[in-house]
């Protein structure tokens, strides 16, 4: 090699370098391309603090709100839209949701354009908190997050199968801390109770959550607290606290309210969950809702089913709501979240229950928009987010009528727009392959299928449980089904799964068939018909089914399994659970009619 | 330093140009400084980020540190270990008879270690849009290139002022060893919050982590901390630029 091709090299190789650049494949680039102007005009708005007095012009451009007044010249190249009767409000933030899976798209088409996480799994949340800064998502809600929960070993938070560093020593408080946010949690979410007998989950000790308040303190994030108790909430606010992420249930004393609001505590209530715990039904409404069906993505549908019995005691919605009313009384800040997708709620879809309930509590409809906009953006910081004002962020929810009056308007989303592009309304989800009435096992040779798939053992480990499943086939041609359902998951389950195919990837569509039929025989007990659809993040749909000693045909109807989407089932199991017990069960001639 | 230094004869660019090439083109004649600065980062992003990888966006984030090993690699031992044995073969004092300034040497051997970087980089991002399906904006591959690139920088400063102090003969085992503490430990290798706690303490004092963080936030992955970052890497640049400049007054002092 002569130094003159060397030499050239050294100029060569840097311009290569720098062509290369420009021709590795682009993504979506970082900002949203400057989207034509788009005006909205006589527009009602309600700017995150009130309703304007006037209908606007609202201009939107470049991602950012351009310009806002009762007369605005418009330019030729701007869309137009016509605002009459309508309501613009700032795009909507959901203060307490969980995100497993893709559901960010499914918060936006419901005007949720910012979810505030009170706890995911931290390796996930990078790329949750991705484009919140730059304004490059364009199609679903942004991120902030708690990450990972401070929880004791055993404590609630641990029952989801995340793997959690749990504590139970103030002096691991500030280097708990620190990882968290060295992970990028944006703030500290605590879990604590005051301990009580026969309590199901352990809880951390009164100086470790406080040592965890002030170490949040100390690196300038706040600490916020899921303390159902009054005892536990009053202990945290005693502590320095800075807000409560659900509502406590039992009665809440006067001076304790008093002096959360002089000291600027906010309270994210979260009735949806509460309700949906309690057994209520709101969850079914927003589900059967007209201006909700078609903007419903299967996960959503899924998450809404309410469960089949109460997890919460009768009188606890109740007890919620009479907290909130003092506390709104008493003029606490109040934010809308819902625990989304908690069963009983949706991503996006819940929040309009949520301001429905906080309005039922005693909130006014504008306090329950404030609660949903310019509150929540105040109390985390974010004062890019919650207000409609020139200059801003062109988050925006455009819904027909005036919901500063009747707040069940703003159900009525005509268009939602992030960082200044309309979010496209249309659902695009998997489709499964129709099947006709077909035998599916026998048990003749193996634990084969139809499928060409075997029965595998299926248990609550994949969520965390401790469960144990074993399937063997009987020499005379029987699937048995054995092993014990422990506590320890959030639903315990053990038995066996059959998918479509090994890797779980094909669906299947089974409107054109009418019941699942087998034969059964074992322990006497309860078992259940579980359905997992498209998303594996929800709670499985199921049905129950009683078995005794002898052989007998169970039949049972795939609308036995309302939270099911029929169009995409993904696998089904027969299992034991979730009551803990050891189980036996044999099962053949499984079919589909 | 010394001013009898002769007076530049040919133009200050072309000389530039020459050592450049000069220093490039024998670092290419040595499979010594080829093998570990090439093939270890490439080899190990095709392990961990494409082959092992898991879960999305370990492809990018991996390209994210490995880049940074692909950079800091030729940057410590291009200036480490050769100035160890120019100095004790004395190539370093011809060097200082030559028309070429001090800062032109330097420059040059910088040059040299960036433009390998170039070479890594060019084939780690070649491997994460293809096989590893890796997508980032333009602007974002552009900032990344440059976060990784500028690295090379403190790197080499802090190569040199080993390569001034350490014997030849030892030079490319500590600076093999800096290499592996750096890399490890400031979470190159593997994310630092996998670390024990101690450790996880102990990184946020390399400046491989702030460079790590750095590269995190050019593809969009940030911890927002991005003033503390950069101010922390200017710290260290400068610390290793005294460390370099008193080694240097040391070598020509004897």
């Known amino acids: 090699m002569s130094l003159r091709v060397s030499t050239f090299s050294v100029l060569a190789l840097p311009a290569g370098f720098l062509g290369l650049l420009f021709a590795l494949p682009g993504a979506p680039a970082a900002a949203p391309k400057a989207a034509d102007a788009i005006a909205i005009t006589n527009v009602s708005v309600f700017d995150g603090e009130a309703l304007l007095p006037a209908p606007q012009t609202v201009m939107i451009r470049g991602g950012k709100i351009e310009a806002m007044a009762a007369n605005l010249p418009i330019p030729k190249d701007a869309q137009r839209i016509d605002g009459k009767g309508d309501t613009l409000l700032p795009g909507l933030i959901d203060a307490h949701t969980h995100i497993y899976g893709d559901v960010l798209k499914d918060a936006a088409r419901f005007g949720v354009t910012l979810e505030l996480d009170m706890f995911t799994a931290p390796q996930s949340l990078r790329a949750l908190q991705a484009g919140r800064e730059d304004g490059s998502n364009v199609d679903r809600a942004d991120v902030y997050s708690a990450g990972m929960l401070a929880t004791a070993p055993g404590g609630h938070g641990t029952e989801y199968g995340v793997p959690i560093e749990t504590l139970t020593k103030p002096d691991q408080a500030q280097g708990w801390v620190d990882r968290r946010i060295a992970e990028g949690s944006d703030w500290i979410k605590i879990v604590y109770e005051r301990p009580r007998p026969n309590e ?83 969850g079914g409404e927003v589900l059967m809702s007209p201006d909700s069906r078609a903007r419903l993505s299967r996960t959503q549908k899924s998450t809404l089913a309410v469960p089949d019995r109460p997890y919460f005691p009768a009188g606890s919605l109740e007890g919620a709501q009479a907290n909130v009313r003092a506390m709104h009384g008493a003029g606490m800040v109040i934010l809308a979240g819902t625990d989304a997708p908690n069963p009983g709620t949706a991503h996006g879809a819940s929040l309009h229950a949520e301001l429905r309930l906080l309005t039922a509590a005693g909130l006014t409809p504008i306090e329950a928009l404030r609660a949903a906009t310019s509150a929540p953006a105040d109390a985390f910081k974010l004062s890019a987010r919650g207000r409609i004002k020139a200059g801003g962020q062109a988050d925006l929810v455009l819904v027909s009528g005036d919901p500063t009056k009747d707040i069940s308007a703003t159900q009525r989303i005509k268009a939602v727009w992030r960082n200044g592009l309309s979010v496209p309304m249309q659902i695009v989800q998997a489709q499964g392959v129709a099947l006709a009435p077909m035998a599916v096992s026998d048990f003749q040779s193996g634990l084969a299928s139809a499928f060409g798939v075997d029965w595998h053992p299926t248990t609550d480990a994949m969520i965390g449980g401790n469960s144990t499943a074993k399937v063997i086939r009987t020499p005379d041609g029987n699937l048995r089904l054995s092993g014990e359902v422990k506590p320890g998951a959030f639903t315990a389950w053990a038995g066996a799964s059959l998918a479509f195919s090994e890797d779980w990837s094909a669906l299947k569509d089974v409107r054109g068939l009418s019941a699942i039929v087998f034969r059964a025989r074992g322990t006497p007990a309860s078992f259940r018909l579980m359905a997992f659809g498209e998303n594996l993040s929800g709670i499985p749909a199921e049905a129950r089914f009683q078995i005794g000693p002898e052989w007998r045909e169970v039949r049972i109807a795939w609308s036995a399994l309302p939270s099911l989407d029929p169009s995409a089932l993904r696998a089904i199991a027969l299992a034991a659970g979730p009551e803990a017990g050891r189980y036996e069960l044999e099962i053949d001639d499984v079919r589909f009619e | 330093m010394s001013l009898d230094r002769p007076r530049p004869s040919a133009p200050i660019l072309r000389m530039l140009l020459t050592e450049t090439a000069a220093s490039f083109l024998s670092s290419l004649r040595s499979p010594s400084f080829i093998l570990p600065t090439l093939a270890f980062p490439i080899g190990f992003y095709a392990l961990f980020g494409l082959v092992l990888s898991r879960g999305e966006g370990a492809a990018a984030s991996l390209l994210a540190s490995f880049g940074l090993i692909g950079v800091i690699g030729p940057a410590l031992f291009g200036f480490g270990v050769s100035v160890a044995a120019e100095r004790e073969s004395g190539e370093l004092d011809l060097q200082r008879l030559s028309p070429l300034p001090v800062w032109g040497f330097l420059f040059a051997r910088l040059a040299m270690c960036v433009l390998f970087g170039m070479i890594v980089l060019a084939i780690l991002y070649g491997l994460a849009v293809g096989p590893g399906n890796v997508r980032l904006a333009r602007t974002q591959w552009l900032a990344l290139a440059a976060s990784q690139l500028a690295s090379a920088i403190p790197m080499g400063l802090l190569g040199l002022s080993l390569g001034l102090r350490l014997p030849s003969q030892s030079a490319g085992g500590v600076i093999n060893v800096v290499f592996l503490v750096l890399a490890a430990l400031g979470g190159l290798w593997l994310p630092v919050q996998i670390l024990p706690e101690v450790l996880q303490r102990f990184a946020q004092f390399l400046p491989t982590f702030h460079m790590g963080a750095l590269s995190l936030a050019a593809i969009g992955r940030g911890d927002g901390a991005l003033w503390l970052h950069l101010g922390v890497l200017g710290a260290f640049t400068a610390l290793f630029a005294i460390l370099a400049a008193r080694g240097w007054a040391r070598a020509c002092a004897r």
């Open chain 1, 200 to 282: 199901r989950y352990a809880t951390i000790d009164q100086p470790t959550m406080a040592a965890l308040v002030a170490a949040a303190h100390a690196r300038g994030k706040l600490a916020l607290a899921h303390a159902l108790g009054a005892g536990a909430a009053q202990d945290f606010l005693a502590a320095g606290g800075d807000g409560l992420v659900h509502v406590p249930v039992e009665p809440l004393p006067t001076e304790m309210i008093e002096r959360a609001k002089a000291r600027g505590v906010f309270v994210i209530p979260t009735l949806s969950v509460q309700e949906a715990f309690a057994g209520g039904t709101q």
